[in-house]
C-alpha cells in the first residue's frame, strides 16, 4: 500500500490550494478515506472523510463550508479543495485509508495505511 500526497505549499490568507493523494497498492474504491493534519507538537486533528463511492463526505467543524474531500476512483486519487485558508490551517496534511469495512474516521485504530503528509503554509 502505498498513499502519496501532494499539492502542499504556502498561501495567503483568504487563498486556495488543492491537496491530492495518489494511492497504489489496493482496491481504492472500496475504502472509506479521509485527510488529517498535524502541528509540530500537537495532536493528530481530524478534517474531513468521504465513503466508497463518494456519496457521503463528513467534515470537522473547523473546516466545514471551506474545505471539501473528492474523490476520483479511476484515477485512483483522493483531493482536498481547501478554500478561505486561514493561519489555523497550517499543518502537515496525511491522507488515510481506513481499515477494509470501517467507517470510522475519527478512530485512529481504524487506519490502514498514511501517506507521508505534504506541508500546507498559510501566511501573508
Known amino acids: 500500500v502505498q498513499l502519496v500526497e501532494s499539492g502542499g505549499g504556502l498561501a495567503h490568507p483568504g487563498g486556495s490550494l488543492r491537496l491530492s493523494c495518489v494511492a497504489s497498492?489496493?482496491?481504492?474504491?472500496?475504502?472509506?478515506m479521509s485527510w488529517a493534519r498535524q502541528v509540530p507538537g500537537k495532536g493528530l486533528e481530524w478534517v474531513a472523510a468521504?465513503?466508497?463511492?463518494?456519496?457521503?463526505?463528513y467534515y470537522a467543524d473547523s473546516v466545514k463550508g471551506r474545505f471539501t474531500i473528492s474523490r476520483d476512483d479511476a484515477k485512483n486519487t483522493l483531493y482536498l479543495q481547501m478554500n478561505s485558508l486561514e493561519p489555523e490551517d497550517t499543518a502537515l496534511y496525511y491522507c488515510?485509508?481506513?481499515?477494509?469495512?470501517?467507517?470510522?474516521?475519527?478512530?485512529?485504530?481504524?487506519?490502514?495505511?498514511w501517506g507521508q503528509g505534504t506541508q500546507v503554509t498559510v501566511s501573508s
Open positions: 497498492g489496493f482496491t481504492f474504491s472500496k475504502y472509506f
Open positions: 488515510g485509508q481506513l481499515k477494509r469495512g470501517s467507517r470510522f474516521w475519527l478512530d485512529r485504530e481504524e487506519y490502514e495505511a
Open positions: 468521504i465513503n466508497s463511492g463518494g456519496t457521503n463526505t
